[in-house]
């Protein structure tokens, strides 16, 4: 487990410059295995969680090439099924989410789809039901293995029908997606999530030959084909890591210019740290965040109490709530942080909490921050990374507190954030990785 000491308390200046988005990256990555022809795609961070999946498409025969730092292609002509019966998958497979996102191209594509549980962060619970009800009424035939843990979906045919998805899961949505764009007639998929991501999907596979309306809504409409072809696609820029470019300008009081932001992308993003008192401009594509000594909670036009709070597309996306906390803990102001979807997001406050932050974790899903306004910056100290978006708010928190912090098991943030220590370091922060 590596760590990072971060000596803290100096503002930043300069630009930072978004990688290619995380979770959008795992679904492009898992359409490649839909067409034996080749896809380019550009953008592709280098983080631990995409290159592993990249090692993963590979093992299964997938013709990786890499022709740029960031430009792949692949080519999924010669696919060992074989290899989903191996132990070597069962490990890789169950170590990071976006794995399960090969599911649905491979039982479009060949009639089986196997994974072992999926990894990812320890969030909470991280039910499956929604994938494989969908796969069901696709025609599959569905088989879970409690005692391996392994998931099986087959089926000689797919067929298309209509579907309201019980819930609106981002990888669920995406895999029902990419089985029903080969299955035979019109699938309909209602209460489909929508993100940014899902829409990138969509659009990369209409490049591909495959028949999609309702692109951005909850309302999809696929009609099957018989084959794909090659494509290019570009991944957008990874609206969380630019969530949380914000968060870090604000907290140091640093001044930031954050490039191609892609900012029609981002949703209410924006607004919603606007609402924490933060000020930013858009400069053409950019957004330029000024230094500010202090920024002022909003509240709601009744006076109450703002409330932050996630909700599937394009409600607040969940991901960035870590780091709206660390960022309210020294604002002007209340502000209650509600984590509707997860139950185990907020445990990391302790440590916000040991470092002189004043918040109160009302239960697992809601913690009430009082900030500090800037007058007692927060002290540094030890902590370890609990989960990718913690683990940034962390080194937020950590970046802030004058002196010397530490902040063990940073693989958690290697998972999502390419070299962010060089990144940072290069507008003036100080941290030190230290491989154990
Ligand atoms: C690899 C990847 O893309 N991971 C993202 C993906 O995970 P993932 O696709 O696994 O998350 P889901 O969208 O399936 O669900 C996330 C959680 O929210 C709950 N839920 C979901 C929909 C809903 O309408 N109501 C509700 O309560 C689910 O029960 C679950 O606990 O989406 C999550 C939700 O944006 C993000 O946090 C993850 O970063
Ligand atoms: C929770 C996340 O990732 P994963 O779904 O891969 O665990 C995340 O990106 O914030």
Request: net charge negative; charged share 20%.
């Amino acid at each position: 487990m590596s760590t990072f000491e971060i000596i803290g308390g100096q503002p930043l200046k300069g630009e930072l410059t978004p990688q290619g988005a995380k979770n959008e990256a795992l679904q492009i990555l898992c359409a490649t295995l839909l067409t034996d022809e080749k896809v380019t795609i550009h953008n592709i961070p280098n983080i631990l969680d995409v290159n592993k999946l990249i090692e993963l498409l590979s093992d299964l025969g997938v013709q990786v090439s890499q022709e740029s730092k960031n430009s792949y292609t692949f080519k999924a002509e010669n696919v060992d099924l074989e290899y989903l019966n191996s132990p070597e998958f069962v490990k890789k497979g169950s170590s990071l989410r976006g794995s399960i996102m090969i599911i649905g191209p491979l039982l479009a594509r060949f009639g089986k789809g196997y994974i072992p549980r999926p990894g990812g962060d320890k969030i909470g619970r991280r039910r499956l039901d929604t994938h494989f009800i969908g796969f069901q009424k696709l025609g599959a035939v569905f088989n879970f293995n409690q005692g391996e843990n392994f998931y099986r979906v087959e089926a000689k045919k797919l067929k298309g029908t209509y579907m309201l998805l019980d819930e609106a899961s981002v990888t669920g949505t995406a895999n029902i997606i990419m089985a029903a764009v080969l299955a035979e007639g019109t699938t309909t998929i209602y209460n489909a999530a929508c993100e940014p991501y899902i829409q990138q999907l969509c659009r990369m596979l209409i490049s591909m030959g495959a028949k999609i309306t309702g692109v951005g809504s909850n309302l999809l409409e696929i009609e099957g084909v018989q084959k794909l072809g090659g494509c290019e696609h570009k991944i957008l820029p990874d609206m969380i890591e630019i969530g949380s470019f914000i968060g870090l300008a604000a907290m140091t009081k640093s001044e930031i210019i954050i490039k191609d932001v892609a900012y029609k992308e981002l949703g209410m993003i924006p607004d919603a740290f606007k609402r924490l008192g933060i000020k930013m401009e858009l400069r053409g594509d950019d957004i330029f965040i000024p230094k500010q000594e202090n920024y002022e909670i909003d509240t709601f036009i009744d006076g109450s109490i703002l409330t932050v709070a996630d909700a599937p597309w394009p409600g607040l996306t969940p991901d960035l709530l870590s780091v709206f906390l660390v960022v309210a803990t020294q604002a002007k102001g209340s502000v209650l942080i509600h984590q509707k979807m997860f139950e185990s997001r907020l445990f990391f406050t302790d440590k916000l909490i040991d470092m002189g932050a004043q918040i109160i974790l009302c239960d697992p899903h809601r913690a009430t921050v009082i900030g500090l306004n800037q007058e007692n910056q927060l002290r540094p100290t030890t902590m370890v990374s609990p989960d990718i978006r913690a683990g940034v708010a962390l080194l937020i928190a950590a970046l802030s507190a004058e002196g010397k912090s530490t902040i063990h098991n940073i693989d958690q943030i290697d998972r999502g954030y390419e070299n962010i220590d060089l990144r940072l370091n290069a507008i003036g922060a100080n941290i030190k990785r230290i491989v154990n």
